[in-house]
C-alpha cells in the first residue's frame, strides 16, 4: 500500500472514531436533560404558576336577646324571670311586712337611678325553622396585606409594588332557615387567572355571619382589577334568593 493511501485510511478511521464518540457523547446529554428536567422542573414550574392565597375569618353569630332593667325607686323589686322563656312580661314590686310599732327614721337620701343591660341566658323555646336560608354577600374593604398574615391587612384603594392585594368581605344568612354546609369562591387579577375554591364552611343560623380576609400573591399589575366573591357558586344549597349572592370590587395594583 502507499504511503499516501494509507495516511487517508487513517485519516477516515480517526474521523469516524471521533463522530462515534460525539454521537454517543450527545445520546448521553440527552438522557441526563430528561433526568433533570423530570426531576426538577416541574417543581419549579409549580411554584411559579400557582398562586397563593392567604385568608382569615372571624365568625359573628345572631344577636341574642336582651334585658334592659331599670332600677325604680322602692323598697325591693323583683324580676320574674323564666329560663324556658325569652320574654319578660311583668315586672312586679314586693311588698314588705312592717311591724306594729315603727320608730321614725331620718328620712334616707334617693340614690341615683340607673338602667343596665343583661344578656338573656337559658334556653329559650323558638318555633321549628321554616322557609329557606339566603346567603348575602357584602364587601367590606379593598386593601393589601403588610405582612403574610391577615391580620396586617390595611385598607386602600392602591396596592403598593410588592405588596399582596386583599380584600375584606361578609357572608351572611338573611334567610329564616340554617345554610348546612357551603362554599364560596373568589376570582382575584393572578397571572393564570385564578378561581379560589374554599373548603367547606360552617353552616350559619339566621342572622349569622363571617367575615373573611383574603389575599394573594402574583398578582396583575394595573388599574380597575376585577376582585369577585360569590357565595354557594354551585347553588349546593337551596336559597330563597340567590341574586345577592355575588359581590365584586376594582382595585389598583402598582408593579404586580
Known amino acids: 500500500m502507499d504511503a499516501p493511501e494509507s495516511i487517508i485510511t487513517t485519516r477516515q478511521a480517526t474521523m469516524t472514531g471521533l463522530a462515534v464518540v460525539g454521537f454517543v457523547a450527545l445520546v448521553a446529554s440527552g438522557?441526563?436533560?430528561a433526568v433533570y428536567s423530570t426531576r426538577y422542573v416541574p417543581d419549579v414550574v409549580g411554584r411559579v404558576g400557582?398562586?397563593?392565597?392567604?385568608?382569615?375569618s372571624v365568625f359573628t353569630p345572631a344577636e341574642g336577646p336582651s334585658l334592659s332593667v331599670v332600677p325604680t325607686l322602692t323598697e325591693s323589686t323583683t324580676i320574674p324571670f323564666s329560663?324556658?322563656?325569652?320574654?319578660i312580661s311583668t315586672i312586679a314590686h314586693s311588698t314588705v311586712s312592717k311591724p306594729a310599732t315603727v320608730t321614725p327614721s331620718p328620712p334616707s337620701?334617693?340614690?341615683?337611678?340607673?338602667?343596665?343591660?343583661?344578656?338573656?341566658?337559658?334556653?329559650?323555646t323558638t318555633n321549628a325553622q321554616t322557609g329557606l336560608p339566603?346567603?348575602?354577600?357584602?364587601?367590606?374593604?379593598?386593601?393589601?396585606?403588610?405582612g403574610a398574615s391577615t391580620d396586617s391587612f390595611i385598607a386602600s384603594s392602591t396596592v403598593p409594588s410588592g405588596l399582596r392585594p386583599a380584600i375584606t368581605f361578609i357572608i351572611k344568612n338573611?334567610?329564616?332557615?340554617?345554610?348546612?354546609?357551603?362554599?364560596?369562591?373568589?376570582?382575584?387579577p393572578t397571572q393564570t387567572s385564578f378561581v379560589y375554591q374554599s373548603e367547606l364552611q360552617q353552616s350559619l343560623n339566621t342572622g349569622d355571619s363571617i367575615e373573611y380576609t383574603?389575599?394573594?400573591?402574583?398578582?396583575?399589575?394595573?388599574?380597575?382589577?376585577?376582585?369577585?366573591?360569590?357565595?354557594?357558586?354551585?347553588?349546593?344549597?337551596?336559597?330563597?334568593?340567590?341574586?345577592?349572592n355575588d359581590a365584586s370590587a376594582t382595585i389598583t395594583i402598582i408593579g404586580g
Do not use: C, H
Open 31 to 33: 438522557i441526563w436533560l
Open 50 to 56: 400557582s398562586a397563593a392565597v392567604f385568608l382569615g
Open 83 to 87: 329560663e324556658a322563656s325569652s320574654t
Open 109 to 124: 337620701t334617693v340614690g341615683v337611678r340607673t338602667n343596665t343591660t343583661y344578656q338573656m341566658s337559658g334556653a329559650t
Open 134 to 146: 339566603d346567603l348575602v354577600v357584602s364587601i367590606k374593604a379593598i386593601g393589601y396585606l403588610g
Open 174 to 188: 338573611v334567610g329564616t332557615r340554617a345554610t348546612g354546609l357551603w362554599r364560596f369562591s373568589a376570582s382575584i
Open 214 to 244: 383574603l389575599g394573594f400573591d402574583q398578582a396583575i399589575g394595573g388599574t380597575d382589577k376585577m376582585v369577585s366573591i360569590a357565595a354557594n357558586p354551585e347553588r349546593t344549597v337551596i336559597e330563597s334568593n340567590t341574586n345577592n
